[in-house]
């Protein structure tokens, strides 16, 4: 008898070379926020730190939802099946029907930078949850599924410096795992653990720094996405031809995600919000 086998790098087929660019990712993420039941949901692009924050105050997920659900390609939230628990949705709020359709759109985040941080609580439990991911590895040929390390954790309150630094050690160490097995080159290695260790990002102190309040307390929920390094196209999209009074290609991906100034256009269920920070200091400007 024999079995399927997944490479690594179907991950990167079905997310970044799928996802027509990073409007289009930035619109995915909208989606799951929608489908997660978010009332509101804020990016901060800070360019000159390579760095995009995007939150929502959805019902967030727990460790178990995490890996049971967001690790999980294909989940099947429009399909009844008494072996699959259902998304977790907010009773308090009315029913919203799911945007999402393949299960594959969390993958669209690769295409916004090479790695990403992502924070979450369920509403519905304490325990917040913290992933690492570099999507570098996700490209490399040769590689199967099982053979990449996600690392995973659990805090009581946001995670600072200290404790992003040991799941990036632990992500650094699977990585030289791989190298001294010889699956990847010695350039592979070299320019992931480049990346990796780049990544310089304390989700409890930029937190404080971040306009808008997005609360992880008891009885609240929510999902954190920080990315960086975030590609440099980003800034091309929001910029777009200064000559031209065209709407940039993400000012019509937002147009378009919660336009409502056509007749009988029914009230946006998600309040949006994408701030642009073109400098050092905490000036920025809102580009809806």
Do not use: C
């Not at 259902?86 to 090479?114: H, N, T, V, Y």
């Not at 390094?229 to 777009?240: A, K, M, R």
Request: proline share 4%; hydrophobic share 35%; glycine share 6%.
């Amino acid at each position: 008898m024999a079995n399927f086998k997944t490479r690594a790098r179907t991950l990167d087929l079905l997310g970044r070379q799928q996802i027509a660019g990073i409007p289009t990712a930035i619109n995915e993420l909208l989606k799951n926020a929608h489908d997660a039941y978010a009332d509101k949901v804020d990016i901060d692009y800070f360019r000159s730190q390579n760095i995009l924050v995007l939150r929502d105050d959805g019902v967030g997920m727990s460790k178990y939802d995490f890996e049971t659900r967001w690790l999980t390609l294909g989940t099947e939230s429009k399909v009844d099946n008494k072996k699959i628990a259902k998304p977790p949705i907010d009773d308090s709020k009315p029913f919203r029907q799911p945007m999402g359709e393949k299960g594959i759109g969390r993958l669209a985040i690769a295409s916004i930078g090479k790695q990403v941080l992502i924070i979450s609580k369920s509403k519905f439990q304490d325990k917040i949850v913290a992933a690492f991911i570099n999507w570098q590895i996700f490209e490399l040929p040769g590689l199967n599924l099982e053979d990449i390390v996600v690392p995973v954790q659990e805090f009581d309150s946001i995670p600072g410096n200290e404790s992003i630094n040991e799941m990036k050690e632990e992500l650094v160490d699977s990585v030289k795992n791989l190298y001294n097995k010889g699956d990847i080159s010695k350039d592979e290695y070299n320019s992931i653990i480049s990346t990796i260790k780049s990544f310089n990002i304390s989700p409890s102190e930029i937190n404080k720094k971040l306009v808008g309040e997005f609360s992880l307390e008891k009885g609240k929920g929510g999902t954190f996405f920080y990315v960086s390094p975030v590609d440099e196209i980003l800034t091309s999209d929001i910029d777009g031809n200064r000559n031209s009074k065209e709407a940039t290609k993400i000012e019509k991906m937002l147009m378009g995600f919660h336009n409502t100034m056509t007749p009988e256009h029914p009230e946006s269920i998600l309040n949006i919000v994408f701030r642009d920070y073109r400098g050092d200091n905490n000036s920025y400007i809102d580009i809806i």
